[in-house]
C-alpha cells in the first residue's frame, strides 16, 4: 500500500514542454511525482531538464522544446544510452543525437545501427565522441559504476557533461553503499534484492545505494561535480538532486606525471589515458 504524504503542489512552467501549470505531490516517492499534466515528466525528469538549460541555455529559453530548435545546441553530439524517458521525443529530431539498448550479447539477437547495444562498462564509441551524456537513473543498476563513469569519460570531448540521476534527494548519505558483492563473476548480495522497473516491463536489480560521495568517483574518473536543485516554492520538490559532472579538459591522474600543459595535452588525445584510468578501476 501506498505510504502516505502530505498534499503539496507548486507553480511553475515545464522544463520539457512549458506547459505552464501547477505541481502536485500525488505520489510518496518525491522524485516520481509533480508530473507534468502535458508531457508526464515527473520531478526528476524536469530537474534533469532543469540542469540542462542551466548549461546549455541562454536566459529566454525556458524548454528543452525550444532547447532543440537552438542552432548551438542542434551541433552537440549527444549521447542518451536506454529507451524510455521523456528526452528521446523531444531530442530524436537532432541531427548527432544517440541512443543505446543494452541486452546481455547472449541475448543481441539482432543489432539495430540505430539502436547498437552498449554496456556503459566498456562502450564501443571512440574518444572524446560525445559533448553531452545524460543518463536517467541508470548508474545504480551498472554492476561497476566507477568504471561506467571512467567509460564516459572517456567518452565526452574536455569540457563535455555527464548530466544525470540516480536515485538521490537532499539530505544525502554521505557514503555510498554497494548492495552487491561484485568482486567475482557472480553477484553475491550483501543486502536483500532490490530491483526497479527497467521500462520495458522487466525488473533491474540496484547494485548501489549512492551517497555524496559518488563525486568522489566522479573526480577519480576525471569530472567535476556539481548537484543540481531545485528553486521551487515547495521545499520538497526541492530535495531533488541532478548531477551536473563536467569532463575535466584534462585526465585528473596524469596531472601528477606529466610536466607541461602541452604533454598533458597531447596525452589525453591519444586515448592511454582514459584505458589507463578504465583498468585501473574496480
Ligand atoms: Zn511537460
Redesign the pocket.
Known amino acids: 500500500m501506498e505510504k502516505p504524504f502530505p498534499p503539496d503542489s507548486y507553480r511553475a512552467c ?1 522544463t ?2 512549458g ?1 505552464a501549470q501547477t505541481f502536485e505531490r500525488r505520489a510518496y516517492a518525491i522524485r516520481e511525482t509533480y508530473r ?1 499534466a ?2 508526464r ?1 515527473s520531478l526528476r525528469e524536469r530537474e534533469q531538464a532543469a540542469a540542462l538549460l542551466a548549461c546549455h541555455a541562454p536566459p529566454a529559453v525556458v524548454s528543452i522544446a525550444q532547447l532543440v530548435e537552438l542552432p548551438s545546441f542542434r551541433n552537440l553530439r549527444i549521447y542518451e544510452p536506454g529507451t524510455s524517458g521523456p528526452f528521446r521525443a523531444l531530442m530524436r529530431s537532432l541531427p548527432f543525437y544517440q541512443q543505446s539498448d543494452y541486452l546481455p550479447p547472449e541475448r543481441r539477437t539482432n543489432q539495430n545501427p540505430k539502436l547498437p547495444h552498449q554496456d556503459l562498462q566498456s562502450m564501443d564509441f571512440p574518444d572524446q565522441a560525445f559533448n553531452l551524456v545524460l543518463s536517467s537513473d541508470i548508474l545504480e543498476h551498472v554492476r561497476h559504476p566507477r568504471r561506467a563513469l571512467a567509460e564516459i569519460a572517456r567518452v565526452l570531448k574536455p569540457g563535455g557533461r555527464h548530466i544525470f540521476t540516480v536515485p538521490l534527494q537532499h539530505p544525502m548519505a554521505a557514503a555510498s553503499v554497494a548492495r552487491v558483492d561484485v568482486s567475482t563473476a557472480e553477484d553475491r548480495h550483501l543486502l536483500a534484492p532490490h530491483y526497479h522497473g527497467d521500462g520495458k516491463g522487466g525488473r533491474s536489480l540496484v547494485y548501489t545505494d549512492f551517497g555524496a560521495d559518488i563525486a568522489d568517483f566522479a573526480a577519480a574518473a576525471g569530472f567535476t561535480t556539481q548537484f543540481h536543485r531545485p528553486a521551487t516554492a515547495s521545499q520538497t520538490a526541492n530535495m531533488v538532486v541532478t548531477l551536473v559532472c563536467m569532463r575535466h579538459p584534462l585526465p585528473a591522474r596524469h596531472d601528477s606525471t606529466q610536466g607541461s600543459a602541452t604533454a598533458q595535452s597531447q596525452g589525453r588525445t591519444d586515448g592511454t589515458g582514459s584505458a589507463t584510468r578504465h583498468q585501473n578501476l574496480a
Open positions: 515545464c520539457l514542454c506547459r507534468c502535458g508531457c515528466a
